[in-house]
């Protein structure tokens, strides 16, 4: 088992195979996400030496939409073969649900794939507003069936948390929810299929990297108690290497260190993608799995705009 953490508004739980312990945050040092000043080896070293023993509740736990630091939240697309397939056709199909065929054309998905080239990399969120609330997952309004472009997924991710000097501290799964239909009519809506309120979902808990760790994923959809979807993938068939992108991700930073001064963290892209006719309605079961990295039970929601 793993070494991992969460947070409370008193400090930091760390979780090893010998039991729960508690890290009180005296000092500011160990807030959600101010580990970002310590390096990688120094944060590690905290959570190898807790020593206090605690018994918890998840409702202590702090949500990730209210953790400091978070910002930005970044994506890397299109890094498995089975989600470059589906890009092309959806490409190919430019906002229709109909079925085509793929006529070996080439697209911009497959330039992003081609590791000769950099990835696909995204602004996907900050903390204020776009990470959703505990155990839900929103979509647009436009993305839901009958709302105009409508057709929205969860796409289930491992999530990595980066640190000021650019290292992996740890890594977590969460869903990068989009707006399918609308983001196919054009690569060019990408941001507003990707980036909205709610729009990101994570999990409480955040397992202290390990480059070698092989991650299975899986998520199932259930609507009214009746499983409606299900599949799974493993990080070892992911076309390009973690610190790779994380390398690229580093090239949005706003100095020439590479560096946000807050850390950021980092989707890595999905192995899993449900059919073109599938899609998120209000009140459905979303189960993101990962035996390595965490669990999230959420209910989908619709967002509200106002204006």
């Given at each position: 088992m793993a070494i991992s953490f969460a947070h409370t508004a008193e400090g930091m739980i760390v979780r090893r195979p010998e039991g729960m312990f508690f890290v009180a945050d005296t000092d500011g040092q160990l807030a959600p996400f101010a580990r970002q000043q310590l390096r990688a080896e120094e944060f590690f070293e905290v959570c190898r030496s807790a020593a206090e023993p605690f018994n918890f509740s998840d409702d202590t736990l702090l949500l990730p939409n209210i953790f400091p630091g978070i910002t930005p939240v970044l994506g890397a697309g299109v890094t498995f073969a089975n989600s470059l397939r589906e890009r092309r056709l959806e490409t190919l199909r430019m906002g229709s649900l109909d079925s085509v065929s793929d006529d070996g054309r080439?697209?911009?998905?497959?330039?992003?794939?081609?590791?000769?080239?950099?990835?696909?990399?995204?602004?996907?969120?900050?903390?204020?507003?776009?990470?959703?609330?505990?155990?839900?997952i929103w979509i647009r309004p436009d993305g839901a069936p009958g709302g105009g472009m409508?057709?929205?997924?969860?796409?289930?991710?491992?999530?990595?948390?980066?640190?000021?000097?650019?290292?992996?501290?740890?890594?977590?799964?969460?869903?990068?929810?989009?707006?399918?239909?609308?983001?196919?009519?054009?690569?060019?809506?990408?941001?507003?299929?990707?980036?909205?309120?709610?729009?990101?979902?994570?999990?409480?808990?955040?397992?202290?990297?390990?480059?070698?760790?092989?991650?299975?994923?899986?998520?199932?959809?259930?609507?009214?108690?009746?499983?409606?979807?299900?599949?799974?993938?493993?990080?070892?068939?992911?076309?390009?290497?973690?610190?790779?992108?994380?390398?690229?991700?580093?090239?949005?930073?706003?100095?020439?260190l590479g560096y946000f001064l807050q850390g950021f963290a980092l989707f890595t892209g999905t192995g899993i993608i449900p059919p073109v006719e599938f899609s998120l309605q209000a009140g459905d079961k979303v189960i993101i799995d990962s035996p390595q990295l965490g669990r999230i039970d959420a209910t989908t929601k619709i967002v509200e705009f106002n204006f």
């Open positions: 080439a697209t911009p998905y497959d330039v992003v794939y081609d590791t000769n080239n950099p990835p696909e990399v995204f602004f996907k969120a900050t903390a204020d507003g776009h990470i959703a609330p505990d155990n839900e409508g057709s929205s997924v969860p796409e289930p991710e491992r999530v990595l948390l980066i640190n000021r000097y650019g290292e992996i501290i740890a890594h977590t799964v969460g869903s990068d929810t989009t707006a399918r239909q609308l983001e196919s009519l054009s690569p060019l809506y990408l941001p507003a299929a990707k980036t909205y309120p709610g729009c990101t979902t994570l999990c409480h808990w955040f397992t202290i990297y390990d480059p070698g760790l092989e991650v299975r994923i899986s998520m199932e959809v259930l609507r009214d108690g009746v499983q409606l979807y299900y599949d799974e993938y493993s990080s070892a068939t992911m076309k390009r290497t973690p610190e790779s992108l994380v390398r690229h991700a580093r090239t949005l930073a706003p100095n020439g």
